[in-house]
């Protein structure tokens, strides 16, 4: 695998029950993020980590909860959604504090809440 | 807070033409990257192009350019002999060169498409 990989590619669920979405990073880059896009709308950052720091939570709500266990993986962990939680959910990764501190975008997970 | 707008909802070229996509944002600082991305139907978001705004030059990647206006606040983005791949939405974003404010910010976007 290269580059930064996203699973699953599709997710349904209900509002009451619990999922997770999983980022890897195969770029050696110490920092990672998680954004959501929704139709006709800009893309949201929602958190950043730094060396597996949380850096920045962007006023999501609780129901969305991050972890980044190590520089490589982030997860989103997901309970409660409403529908208005459907949208792609993009996860990037980047260099910080480099340069060249460029994104690196995942291909995203289609999440529809019913 | 910086703000990037996309006035172009929609655009169209002939294939093997020119087309320019426009982008414009508003901030205060003086130090900051603009990025073009392209996303096409399969959702990857590819980087199409950077430029640090201490630069006069204009950035070129091959095909890509792009017409930076510091002063007007206008970064447009020119894709020369358009190919059927091209079709895709285009999104133009900001990032602050302030240490620790990753945070990119989008414009809406623009949908490309490409007439054969």
């Known amino acids: 695998e290269t580059g930064v990989t996203q699973t699953p590619r599709h997710l349904v669920m209900g509002m009451t029950n619990k999922k997770s979405l999983k980022c890897e990073q195969h770029l050696g880059h110490n920092a990672m993020y998680w954004y959501k896009q929704s139709a006709k709308k800009p893309l949201e950052l929602m958190f950043v980590y730094n060396f597996k720091e949380q850096t920045e939570n962007n006023s999501v709500p609780s129901r969305f909860s991050p972890e980044c266990p190590n520089s490589s993986h982030l997860f989103l962990h997901l309970h409660t959604l409403q529908p208005e939680d459907s949208a792609l959910y993009l996860c990037?990764?980047?260099?910080?504090?480099?340069?060249?501190?460029?994104?690196?975008f995942g291909p995203g997970t289609r999440l529809t809440v019913l | 807070a910086q703000t990037v707008t996309q006035s172009q909802p929609e655009m169209s070229v002939q294939e093997a033409e020119t087309v320019t996509l426009s982008c414009t944002y508003d901030?205060?600082?003086?130090?900051?990257?603009l990025f073009w991305y392209k996303q096409p139907p399969s959702r990857q978001m590819i980087l199409v192009i950077r430029?640090?705004?201490?630069?006069?030059q204009n950035a070129t990647e091959n095909r890509f350019s792009v017409n930076f206006q510091k002063a007007a606040k206008s970064f447009s983005l020119k894709i020369s002999d358009s190919q059927l791949g091209d079709a895709a939405m285009y999104f133009c974003a900001y990032r602050s060169e302030d240490f620790g404010n990753e945070k990119l910010t989008f414009g809406t976007g623009t949908r490309l498409t490409i007439i054969p």
């Open positions: 430029q640090e705004a201490y630069k006069q």
């Open positions: 901030t205060s600082e003086s130090d900051y990257y």
């Open positions: 990037a990764s980047s260099q910080w504090d480099s340069d060249t501190d460029t994104q690196y």
